[in-house]
């Protein structure tokens, strides 16, 4: 094994677990895009997303305990389970150069959608989706992306937004929902054949990295102007997004 090829997952897989502590989500869609460039299976980058996700999870989540929506997490939980056996179809069913360019389209909408969200708070004076069964479709598709491609946390970022949670509420409910959803969607790569020893192997090489990724982001989130570097860093996730959907021959 390539002594190159594992600093390159290392290096992903801890930018992704910066990006999660800082900011509360997102460690896969950063890592993904940057481990699909890597000569390694794509179900091994699920699988070892998954198992990195939920550690940052584990790491983050109690400083957020008391703020957290327990109604919408219950819901949340209970619908992302049912969504998690479809994500998995659709790994295993989908040729690969499908779901990378699914991705890569997904990376370029969500980017696009985080940057202009402000605007669209704005524009927003009150909460959307007050019934409590809007819940329950966010919930599913996050069970879907979550078991497919690890991305369980972006349609909660959705409907935090449309409910316009408080930022304490955001936090601690989305941190939450990723120990809960992280803990079955590894169960169901487990249980669909995602786990590989490759996959073990650079989760062990990785976790130093993840610790260390995980106590700088706790550091910088309450240090540094937030907004402006996510800002620059969803410009990015555009950038990775394209490179993912149009692809060098």
């Given at each position: 094994?390539?002594?190159?090829?594992?600093?390159?997952?290392v290096?992903?897989?801890?930018?992704?677990?910066?990006?999660?502590?800082?900011?509360?989500?997102?460690?896969?869609?950063?890592?993904?895009?940057?481990?699909?460039?890597?000569?390694?299976?794509?179900?091994?980058?699920?699988?070892?997303?998954?198992?990195?996700g939920?550690?940052?999870?584990?790491?983050?989540?109690f400083s957020?305990?008391?703020?957290?929506?327990?109604?919408?997490?219950?819901?949340?939980?209970?619908?992302?389970?049912?969504g998690?056996?479809?994500g998995?179809?659709l790994?295993?069913?989908?040729p690969?150069?499908?779901?990378?360019?699914g991705?890569?389209i997904?990376?370029?909408?969500?980017g696009?959608y985080?940057?202009?969200?402000?605007?669209?708070?704005?524009?927003?004076?009150?909460?959307?989706?007050?019934?409590?069964?809007?819940?329950?479709?966010?919930?599913f598709?996050?069970?879907?992306?979550?078991s497919?491609?690890n991305?369980?946390?972006?349609?909660?970022?959705?409907?935090?937004?449309?409910?316009?949670?408080?930022?304490?509420?955001?936090?601690?409910?989305?941190?939450?929902?990723?120990?809960?959803?992280?803990?079955?969607?590894?169960?169901?790569?487990?249980l669909?054949?995602?786990?590989?020893?490759?996959?073990?192997?650079?989760?062990?090489?990785?976790?130093?990295?993840?610790?260390?990724?995980?106590?700088?982001?706790?550091?910088?989130?309450?240090?540094?102007?937030?907004?402006?570097?996510?800002?620059?860093?969803?410009v990015?996730?555009?950038?990775l997004?394209?490179?993912?959907?149009?692809?060098?021959?």
């Amino acid at each position: 094994m390539e002594i190159t090829l594992i600093l390159l997952i290392v290096a992903a897989v801890s930018v992704g677990a910066l990006m999660k502590s800082v900011f509360g989500f997102g460690e896969a869609i950063v890592s993904m895009p940057l481990l699909a460039l890597l000569p390694i299976p794509l179900q091994t980058s699920v699988s070892l997303i998954g198992l990195a996700g939920l550690t940052v999870a584990l790491l983050t989540v109690f400083s957020g305990w008391r703020h957290i929506e327990r109604p919408v997490l219950i819901r949340l939980a209970v619908s992302t389970v049912i969504g998690i056996p479809a994500g998995l179809a659709l790994l295993h069913l989908a040729p690969a150069i499908v779901i990378t360019t699914g991705l890569g389209i997904f990376l370029i909408a969500f980017g696009g959608y985080s940057l202009f969200k402000k605007n669209l708070s704005r524009a927003i004076q009150r909460p959307l989706l007050n019934n409590p069964g809007w819940v329950l479709p966010f919930g599913f598709a996050s069970g879907v992306l979550g078991s497919a491609y690890n991305f369980n946390g972006v349609p909660v970022v959705v409907y935090g937004t449309l409910r316009r949670w408080n930022p304490d509420r955001f936090r601690g409910t989305l941190q939450a929902h990723f120990l809960i959803s992280g803990v079955f969607v590894v169960i169901g790569h487990a249980l669909g054949g995602l786990w590989t020893s490759d996959a073990f192997l650079y989760y062990a090489y990785s976790l130093p990295a993840i610790l260390a990724a995980t106590a700088l982001g706790v550091f910088l989130n309450k240090r540094i102007p937030a907004h402006n570097f996510e800002r620059y860093l969803f410009v990015v996730i555009i950038l990775l997004g394209m490179v993912l959907v149009f692809p060098k021959s």
